[in-house]
């Protein structure tokens, strides 16, 4: 049983999203499938959030930025789903 990196899995999901943190299986190792579940779970709430966001169209560094995020958690999601899919 691990702990979230940055103290929950709110405060993780966030550095997932601003690039601080990278995923991967060997990382998620020390995490309990209910762990998982809330790291999931509060990505995913995220991920709704930084999508509601409206950018001006004219702002191209606004709306990649805005696309990065969401890359980065949709790349987050897919690996906790695999790694959990394994368990």
Do not use: C, W
Not at 49 to 54: F, G, K, N
Not at 60 to 76: D, V
Request: without cysteine; aromatic residues 4%; charged residues 25%.
């Amino acid at each position: 049983m691990g702990t979230f990196i940055g103290g929950s899995a709110y405060a993780m999901s966030k550095e997932i999203m601003q690039g601080y943190i990278l995923i991967s299986p060997t990382l998620l190792k020390k995490y309990a499938s209910a762990e998982l579940l809330a790291l999931q779970l509060e990505l995913e709430k995220l991920q709704r959030e930084i999508r509601a966001e409206l950018p001006s169209l004219e702002d191209i560094e606004a709306l990649k930025k805005k696309n990065r995020r969401i890359q980065r958690i949709q790349s987050a999601l897919i690996t906790i789903k695999n790694v959990m899919q394994s368990r």
